[in-house]
């Protein structure tokens, strides 16, 4: 079946603007979560949702990030007036929770690019 | 926060080898695993390990957990060139929760 898609697949913005990154999780998975990776680094958690809840919101840096999952299956993570800092690739994974799956499932990532 | 380090950050191998790197963290652990990463884009999950594990094997992968020293180490036999990529071992603290990932250790298989 289809997997974790996420777009767009990169992003360029410029300094102060808005971003929504989308991530479509797989079909039926209770669990959504998304990551930041900087280069050279391995992925850092932002947030975590359990339906349409956020069940660990520990990992967003400030409160210019946000994320939505208002039906339990998409999500959007939204960023307000964009820092060069926050050029990074933005994974999201999702998991079938209901199973006991603990296996997290990645999409290919959006790279954000903020000059 | 990165919670473990992987060790090394790079190795550079002859196809055909064996492959081993080696994964340190820091808090108890539900289970650990271990994803690959092709330039720097989606991870590709390979194995989960528990916490009452010590040895686990997939095909030419092999995962061992010592919890008492809060390390893994993953070997992959008989290396490939296609096996280049960036390997990460990630902790999972309570099962199903979020994943606090190593720093990676960068593959290359020469031909």
């Known amino acids: 079946g289809a997997g974790v898609s996420q777009t767009p697949s990169n992003k360029v913005t410029e300094k102060g603007k808005y971003v929504e990154l989308r991530c479509d999780p797989i079909?039926?998975?209770?669990?959504l979560y998304w990551y930041r990776q900087s280069l050279g680094q391995g992925p850092e958690f932002l947030i975590y949702?359990?339906?349409?809840?956020?069940?660990?919101d520990s990992g967003l840096p400030n409160d210019r990030f946000f994320a939505v999952r208002p039906e339990g299956s998409v999500s959007t993570l939204k960023i307000q007036r964009t820092e060069r800092g926050d050029s990074a690739v933005y994974l999201c994974?999702?998991?079938?929770?209901?199973?006991?799956?603990?296996?997290?499932?990645f999409g290919p990532g959006t790279r954000l690019l903020v000059l | 926060s990165q919670q473990g380090e992987e060790d090394p950050q790079a190795l550079s191998i002859q196809e055909g080898e064996n492959a081993t790197m080696n994964c340190s963290y820091k808090?108890?652990?539900?289970?650990l695993q271990w994803y690959r990463q092709n330039s720097g884009r989606g991870l590709v999950h390979l194995i989960l390990?528990?916490?009452?594990?010590r040895e686990k094997h997939s095909g030419r992968l092999r995962v061992t957990l010592d919890t008492s020293k809060k390390s893994s180490s993953l070997l992959i036999t008989a290396s490939r060139a296609a096996d280049t990529a960036s390997y990460f071992c990630?902790?999972?603290?309570?099962?199903?929760?979020?994943?606090?990932f190593g720093t990676g250790t960068q593959l290359k298989v020469e031909l």
């Open positions: 994974a999702s998991s079938d929770r209901r199973a006991g799956g603990e296996t997290q499932y």
């Open positions: 990630a902790t999972d603290p309570r099962g199903g929760n979020k994943l606090t």
């Open positions: 808090t108890s652990i539900n289970n």
């Open positions: 079909s039926g998975h209770t669990a």
């Open positions: 390990i528990r916490s009452n594990e």
């Open positions: 949702f359990q339906g349409t809840g956020a069940a660990d």
